[in-house]
């Protein structure tokens, strides 16, 4: 039972208010926030003994930790730590070695996974470590090199206190202090961390029930204190294959009990490097609120958990496939201030941190998101009405970067963009995207499908749910250029309008969604590639794509496929398509693995000249579906 007063009790009527309940034997506790809240000992809730004119409501509990139930805050608990927010729509990634060990090693992971988009880098600096003789932690030297990645990398940081005697050392250094799995019930700690009121991560202990846990965030809370981060980081069972055993099953049970954010650690859950993603993946899809993973430049150098820290090509690996099961929750990954791929190449014009971004439509269209998730919040965005456009405006350098949707997994690759490469031969591929697209099937509100006169939608949301498309009989249907116009027009149509658009451009328009995700297979993703005039090549680039004619004679496409098996080079997507203004002649669309850099696949390069008419790289990226 919580009871929140109408005001704050100035501390003679506190005392006046705990002696009264005193003499009737019972304890109770204040809680200051906006308001002060009171606690009796022990869950009871006299009836009689309060004066009703200093209550303002009463909020009935039946569960020993208080403030952590969610009753007390139905809406869920967010908790801003410098730009970052963990909680609400956001899925936060902590990232970084297990410990500090060195400030030139620390730098190194913190630029990588920084680069990769983590929100805040991890280290510990004092180590609680099962054997005394294992590396302890650099103290508080570690504390200053992580504050200088800080600076360095503009990155909160997370480090643990393993006593309440370092905890006031770690609280002036670090954004959010860890409390360990070993002292989530170290009472004394928990209680120094709730004075200190600072956001406190708070790992649930080897072998603690989930209440258990719940009460020890509690201690904290109880000192107003409500900045705490739930982290589900594995617990001890009968398994010996894993380092621990990773509760996921906390994470929903966690969501109904409690307002805090959860997070989750697949690092300490399985011990394993290997089975790091995996977790990870299924932590998000089951309702995480972010996730923490150890990842180190030199994992197999490193002084503790070298064997749970994960490459830093497998982190960005992680990554990309958090992005897309974000989606299925409804959380993204929030980009701070630079980007998460590389496609800002270190050129001296490309440096800018608010390149111009031209794409299809207006924000709301698919297209639109995909700007959003990779360029800057300060990027000048160049609306297009047509993807020619889009080429017209990068050409002209009105544009850095373009952003074209190029294929898609129901409809296949749009072909028109490819062949738009033709007509502009200095426009590259510098970069991929994907993004799962769900089309809804929206009306004008208060319309409902039997009074629905006309349906209003870009080709691509037609062709993607053709099924439901069967469904609609004697509806007008009218092709717009793109998603957002969709909505827009349904919303300029009034009474009797539909469509099929998206959630963003529902949202914008205001309109009531009769069916949702009717595309014909729910696996429907679009792939954009990202258009540069700048085009820099490098050895980290694992894809490439490129477009050929061949010679008119027998053998002349084995010829070309037997180039790129005995270079041993994958080729990941094959098409031809009529040369257009040429009958009966044909284009070759490939894509194959590796980049135009290193001498092998340079030579491949080279034999495709010799052995094709024509021949056009169009560019060389990373494979953001690598798998
Ligand atoms: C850590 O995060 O480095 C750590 C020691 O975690 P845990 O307390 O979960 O073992
Ligand atoms: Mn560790």
Redesign the pocket.
Known sequence: MIYLLKKRLNESEKDGLSKKWKEQGISIYFVDVEKTILIFEGNISPSGLIDPVLIEEIIEINTPYQLANRKFKPEGTTIQVGSVVIGGSNLTIIAGP?AVESKERLFKTAEIVKQMGAHILRG?AYK?RTSPYSFQGLEEEGLKILAQAREEFDLPIIT?ATSPENADIVAQYADII?I???NMQNFELLKKVGKLGMPVLL?RGMSATIEDWLNAAEYILSFGNFKVILCE?GIRTIERLTRNTLDLTAIPLIKDLSHLPVIV?PS?GTGLREKVIPMARAAVACGADGITVEVHHEPDKALS?GPQSLYPDQFRKLMNDLEIISVLTGKEIVKHHVVREQIFIPAQNQTSLSPKVAFLGKSGSFSSQVARKIFPDSSDYINCNSFRQIFEEVVSRNASYGVLPIENTITGSIHGNYELFLDYPDVFIVGERIIRVSQHFAVFPGTTRENIQVLFAHPQGFAQSSRFLESMKNVRIMDVGNTEEAARRISEFGFGGAGITSQEAVEKYHLTVLEEDIEDNIRNFTRFIILSQTFNPSIEDDKVSGVFILKNQPGALFQILKIFADAKINIVKLESRPIPGKPWEYLFYADWEGNIIEDRYKKTVQSLEKHTLFLRILGSYKNIWKK
């Open positions: 297990c510990g609680p643990e860890q360990g799995t070993r790992k980081r650690d300490h958990d």
